[in-house]
C-alpha cells in the first residue's frame, strides 16, 4: 500500500494568515492526489483533486501543487471556517490512502 | 441533486456481521465509470478508505480487512452494501459512503471522492 505522510500534525494560525500543508507519498503517485476539509461532526468535503484541480464552489484562495511524491495545500488568506482538518489522498492505486490529517487550529 | 445517506445498525457485540446500506440519489451506477466507497474514521482518528464498486462490478478493498469485507450493488433500489465479518470493538467507527468519479489524465483514470453521506456511527461493544 501506498503510505501518505502529512506535515504538520497540527498548526495554529490566524486570520488572514498563508498557510502551507505538505503531503508526502511513500512512491511516485504522478499528479494523483486529492485534499479533502473536515469540519468536526461534518463529513469530508473534497477541496481539490488531481493535485490542482478546485472543486466546483470551493473558494479560490484554496490551491494545490505538486506531483510525484510531493504536495502541497496552500490557504491564501485565512478565514474564520477554513479552521478544520485537513487530509491528503491518493488515487494512484488501489487500496486508496489518506495521510493522518493536519488540524488547523485558531492561533 | 447528488445525495446519498448511511443506514445500518448503530450497535453491534463482537463477532457478529456489520451490514450497512448506502441509498444514493440523482446518478446512476450504471453509468459507465461511476463508482461507490466506503470509508470510515475511528473517533478521533483518521479516514480510512474500505472498498469501491465500479459501474461494471468491478471491486476492490483495503489490503487490511479485505477478507472481512463484501460490496455489492442493487442498482435497481440505488443502493450500495457492505457488510463487515467478526466484528471487533476497533470497528468502532462513522461510517461514509461517497460518489466517486473519474477524471481522465494522460489516458488513465484518476479517481477522487465528490459527495459524501452524513455519515453512521457503528460502535462495537458487548
Known amino acids: 500500500d501506498i503510505q501518505m505522510t502529512q506535515s504538520p500534525s497540527s498548526l495554529s494560525a490566524s486570520v488572514g494568515d498563508r498557510v502551507t500543508i505538505t503531503c508526502r507519498a511513500s512512491?511516485?503517485?504522478?499528479?494523483?492526489l486529492n485534499w479533502y476539509q473536515q469540519k468536526p461532526g461534518e463529513a469530508p468535503k473534497l477541496l481539490i483533486y488531481?493535485?490542482?484541480i478546485l472543486q466546483g464552489g470551493v473558494p479560490t484562495r484554496f490551491s494545490g501543487s505538486g506531483s510525484g511524491t510531493e504536495f502541497t495545500l496552500t490557504i491564501s488568506s485565512l478565514q474564520p471556517e477554513d479552521f478544520a482538518t485537513y487530509y491528503c489522498?491518493?488515487?494512484?492505486?488501489?487500496?486508496?490512502?489518506f495521510g493522518q490529517g493536519t488540524k488547523l487550529e485558531i492561533k | 441533486q447528488v445525495t446519498l445517506r448511511e443506514s445500518g445498525p448503530a450497535l453491534v457485540k463482537p463477532t457478529q456481521t456489520l451490514t450497512l446500506t448506502c441509498t444514493f440519489s440523482?446518478?446512476?451506477?450504471?453509468?459507465?465509470?461511476?463508482?461507490v466507497s466506503w470509508l470510515r474514521q475511528p473517533p478521533g482518528k483518521a479516514l480510512e478508505w474500505l472498498a469501491r464498486?465500479?459501474?461494471?462490478?468491478?471491486?476492490y478493498y483495503s489490503t487490511s480487512l479485505k477478507t472481512r469485507l463484501t460490496i455489492s450493488k442493487d442498482t435497481s433500489k440505488n443502493q450500495v452494501v457492505l457488510t463487515m465479518t467478526n466484528t471487533d470493538p476497533v470497528d468502532t467507527a462513522t461510517y461514509y459512503c461517497?460518489?466517486?468519479?473519474?477524471?481522465?489524465?494522460?489516458?488513465?483514470?484518476?479517481?477522487?471522492?465528490?459527495?459524501w453521506g452524513k455519515g453512521t456511527t457503528v460502535t462495537v461493544s458487548s
Open positions: 461517497a460518489r466517486t468519479l473519474p477524471y481522465v489524465s494522460g489516458g488513465y483514470y484518476v479517481y477522487y471522492m465528490d459527495v
Open positions: 440523482g446518478f446512476s451506477l450504471t453509468t459507465t465509470r461511476m463508482c
Open positions: 464498486i465500479d459501474w461494471d462490478d468491478d471491486k
Open positions: 512512491q511516485r503517485i504522478t499528479s494523483y
Open positions: 488531481v493535485a490542482s
Open positions: 489522498q491518493q488515487s494512484y492505486s488501489t487500496p486508496f490512502t
